[in-house]
Nanobody, 118 residues
Framework: QVRLVESGGGFVQAGESLKLSCRASGMILSSFTGATWHWYRQVPGKQRELVAT???????NYADSVKGRFTISRDNVRRSVNLQMNGLKPEDTAVYYC?????????WGPGTQVTVSD
């Protein structure tokens, strides 16, 4: 059974960095590299927001609010999709989720909390 688990969240000051990881356990390499991966974030009471996308050809897309500060990448050996977040701002505070479409359904991890103080 394939599961996604995020890690790396925490409490930081504005301007600092965090690296989030999403580990895809139970996923074979070809499925991992052939998938499109997304990082979303959600603040209580608001809709989930798409933050970054990594396609199978390693092309990327970012929300305007994080462009130039966040970088999405994947580590094939660890089967992880990472989100490097630099220059964090208080408005980046949210629960961050990774997701991909696999075996006919959307897979989501439980999320990891990122809190940025000013």
């Amino acid at each position: 059974q394939v599961r996604l688990v995020e890690s790396g969240g925490g409490f930081v000051q504005a301007g600092e960095s965090l690296k989030l990881s999403c580990r895809a356990s139970g996923m074979i390499l070809s499925s991992f590299t052939g998938a499109t991966w997304h990082w979303y974030r959600q603040v209580p009471g608001k809709q989930r927001e798409l933050v970054a996308t990594l396609s199978s050809d390693r092309s990327t897309n970012y929300a305007d609010s994080v462009k130039g500060r966040f970088t999405i990448s994947r580590d094939n050996v660890r089967r992880s999709v990472n989100l490097q977040m630099n220059g964090l701002k208080p408005e980046d505070t949210a629960v961050y989720y990774c997701t991909t479409y696999y075996s006919g359904k959307d897979l989501w991890g439980p999320g990891t909390q990122v809190t940025v103080s000013d």
